[in-house]
């Protein structure tokens, strides 16, 4: 059975960090495009971050630019998002999503979100002001 699992949310004040973790397990997705898309209260969900298979091409909502950094450990099929400088506006529940070749980490940001093949259940980050 296929599983992306996400771990890391809670609770943090304004200015803090908190790293979620996507594991993925059930095949290898070693070769798949996978990122971080949010959805805030009473807001459609978003595109956070996305990655290459290689980690080569990385990809960030303006938004989060300069604050947020993805990165990937194949051999242990897990995505890692580093959050700093957390603001209340980040406030949302963090989803991780993964989609096979030819899917790129740059189209994995513009898709729509039907078209993504596997995504995690989510994990709350709540910044506090």
């Known amino acids: 059975q296929v599983q992306v699992v996400e771990s890391g949310g809670g609770l943090v004040q304004a200015g803090g960090s908190l790293r979620l973790s996507c594991a993925a397990s059930?095949?290898?997705?070693?070769?798949?495009?996978m990122g971080w898309f949010r959805q805030a209260p009473g807001k459609e969900r978003e595109f956070v971050s996305s990655?290459?298979?290689?980690?080569?091409?990385?990809y960030y909502a303006d938004s989060v630019k300069g604050r947020f950094t993805i990165s990937r450990d194949n051999a242990k099929d897990t995505v890692y998002l580093q959050m700093n400088s957390l603001k209340p506006e980040d406030t949302a529940v963090y989803y991780c999503?993964?989609?096979?070749?030819?899917?790129?980490?740059?189209?994995?940001?513009?898709?729509?979100?039907?078209?993504?093949?596997?995504w995690g259940k989510g994990t709350l980050v709540t910044v506090t002001s």
């Open positions: 990655i290459s298979w290689s980690g080569r091409s990385i």
């Open positions: 999503a993964a989609d096979p070749p030819p899917t790129t980490a740059q189209h994995l940001g513009a898709m729509s979100m039907d078209g993504i093949d596997y």
């Open positions: 059930g095949r290898t997705f070693s070769s798949y495009a």
